[in-house]
């Protein structure tokens, strides 16, 4: 649904009700123009690139996965210490 409303392609700075309510409003206006468009040329358009990528053996800069370091798992361990250790502090 993204690819059909950019206001829900990024972050928002309104309240959670407020976004709330954007989701909503574009599910139905996305709901009440299948009714009217029962073929959605946008999706066929992304169905067909995501075929092609699938059948594409050169993923690029894909990452599949990710092997934890001992240095990331103690940087990462620090940091939850630091971070609970001020909220202990009330800062």
């Known amino acids: 649904m993204k690819t059909h409303w950019g206001i829900l392609s990024s972050a928002s700075h309104y309240p959670i009700k407020t976004q709330t309510r954007l989701i909503l409003a574009c599910s139905l206006i996305h709901n009440f123009i299948l ?19 699938e059948n594409n053996d050169d993923h690029g800069d894909f990452i599949a996965t990710v092997k934890a370091t001992p240095e990331w798992t103690a940087h990462r361990e620090a940091l939850a210490q630091q971070i609970w250790a001020d909220y202990n502090n009330g800062a």
């Open 35 to 53: 009714t009217e468009m029962p073929i959605d040329h946008i999706e066929e358009c992304l169905d067909a690139e995501t075929d092609e990528t």
